[in-house]
């Protein structure tokens, strides 16, 4: 890029920002960076530009960056969700592309920013994720690479299984500790040395010098008590024969899921809100009738529906557009049963942004009248062919919302960390008319006995009957409940 049109980049960013601003949206401080293909695949693949090193990462530039060469998809910018925000830019874009795409990150940062579901998210995870690559090296030095990679596939390969939502739970218990009077169960005539007290923010450090109860304590019958969503932590924490290293890993790669998992679930919204303001802030922008031009074409392949999968920057368009018209100039029926009094749908956008994700968005925005409008329906293939199955507006959308739930992975939950009392892991998958798959379950298995250190077992449904997958670290096997 030459220096003049670096100058009219920095030009069009101030415009830009400055516009985005008069429209309301509010963003962390922005750093933009022109990068070559070869790096912008690889954050893409990475996710980020500081993390570790893993094969799988190679796998996914490789195939990205050869759609990039035989010109069958092309990243033209990747934003990180941090404070200040980070935009590389693709270099070879030209002014009108990297105007659409400033106009489009910093709608993006808007979405970090102020999305509930983001609000739990460090902002500093560049940092962080570049000090735990180092450490990961220093394992690889002093453990042997093909150590620690092996170890890393084993806790990748269930990296999903995460809750996103562990911190809700916690904070309940707090509160709840927070009002009642801590005493142990055993009393204090047994020696447990426990005294009746309020719940304060050290108490782990006054169980350093505390005795032991020596077994009079009662014991939960059931390990865990209740079913636990969270396989990542559930096994750091429970696991009996993990080095502090890769509980280390297990612990890094359960928080770099986590910070993943809101973009996960609102996927459709970010891109949705981005678009709808890249195209709104670019109209507004002093064009030439060649760039308006070069700008329609980027924009409407951006948003081109597809014969195969949702195109979320399509669909969150449109439901924003139509929440911002129906609340702008309500119908009749919705004047009086809601009380809308019209005017309000920039209003209402904001709030959609702020408070909801793509299931309840979809589940709560998405119409007859929009559904009839892109011609949505669900399909699956019978035989050799694809076939749609309903085009009936509310199975649509359910059919939509149920493939979205828990980020469109399976719910595996730990029924039982002692099962048969020999320590044995039992993980019970919640079927809800979606099987898993087989072939990757039966390879998962020996995967969470290296980590778990005893035999795994997982009861799922197939063909509409109970079964149970084990592995007992030599061999799988199955049978029907």
Not at 151 to 158: E, G, N, R, W
């Amino acid at each position: 890029m030459t220096k003049d049109e670096l100058r009219l980049l920095e030009e069009a960013v101030e415009k830009i920002t400055g516009k985005a601003r008069e429209f309301g949206l509010d963003f962390y401080d922005m750093y933009f960076e022109i990068c070559p293909a070869d790096i912008i695949y690889t954050f893409g693949a990475y996710g980020m530009p500081t993390r570790f090193s893993h094969w799988t990462f190679g796998k996914a530039y490789h195939k990205m960056k050869t759609q990039y060469d035989y010109n069958l998809s092309r990243i033209y910018e990747m934003v990180i969700n941090s404070d200040p925000c980070y935009a590389f830019l693709l270099e070879g874009n030209s002014l009108v592309q990297n105007k659409m795409v400033v106009a489009h990150v910093l709608a993006h940062c808007d979405f970090f920013k102020n999305n509930v579901h983001f609000s739990h998210t460090p902002r500093h995870m560049v940092e962080s994720m570049a000090s735990a690559a180092e450490r990961f090296r220093g394992y690889e030095l002093r453990y042997g690479r093909d150590k620690v990679e092996a170890f890393l596939d084993a806790v990748i390969s269930i990296q999903e299984h995460v809750d996103p939502h562990h911190f809700i739970k916690a904070g309940r218990e707090r509160k709840k500790q927070g009002k009642e009077e801590m005493a142990c169960t055993c009393g204090p005539e047994k020696g447990c040395g426990k005294h009746t007290r309020k719940e304060t923010p050290y108490d782990d450090l006054w169980e350093l010098d505390r005795p032991k109860c020596g077994g009079h304590c009662e014991k939960p019958k059931k390990f865990p008590p209740e079913p636990e969503k969270d396989l990542l932590l559930f096994i750091m924490e429970h696991a009996r024969d993990l080095d502090d290293w890769q509980r280390d890993i297990i612990s890094v790669i359960r928080q770099e899921m986590l910070y993943f998992w809101p973009q996960l679930e609102t996927k459709i919204m970010n891109e949705g809100w981005a678009t709808y303001w890249h195209l709104r802030i670019i109209r507004e922008m002093d064009l030439t009738e060649a760039e308006a031009l070069e700008f329609a074409k980027m924009h409407a392949g951006v948003i081109m529906p597809s014969r195969m999968r949702l195109n979320p920057y399509h669909l969150g368009l449109k439901i924003f557009e139509d929440i911002e018209k129906r609340w702008n100039e309500p119908a009749g029926e919705e004047r009086e049963k809601y009380g809308r009094h019209g005017g309000e749908g920039r209003q209402k956008i904001f709030e959609v942004r702020e408070l909801e994700n793509d299931i309840s968005f979809l589940r709560n925005y998405l119409t007859r009248e929009l559904i009839e409008e892109m011609d949505l329906y669900l399909y699956k293939k019978t035989g050799y062919d694809w076939k749609i199955t309903d085009k009936e507006w509310e199975k649509v959308r359910d059919g939509i919302v149920s493939s979205l739930t828990n980020g469109g992975f399976p719910c595996i939950m730990v029924e039982d960390g002692d099962f048969s009392k020999r320590g044995e892991l039992y993980l019970k998958h919640f079927y809800e008319g979606m099987e898993l798959d087989v072939f990757y379950l039966e390879r998962t298995l020996p995967h969470v006995y290296r980590l778990w250190g005893r035999p795994v077992h997982l009861e799922t449904v197939v063909d509409n009957k109970k079964v149970l997958f084990s592995y007992n670290g030599e061999k799988g096997s199955k049978k029907f409940l």
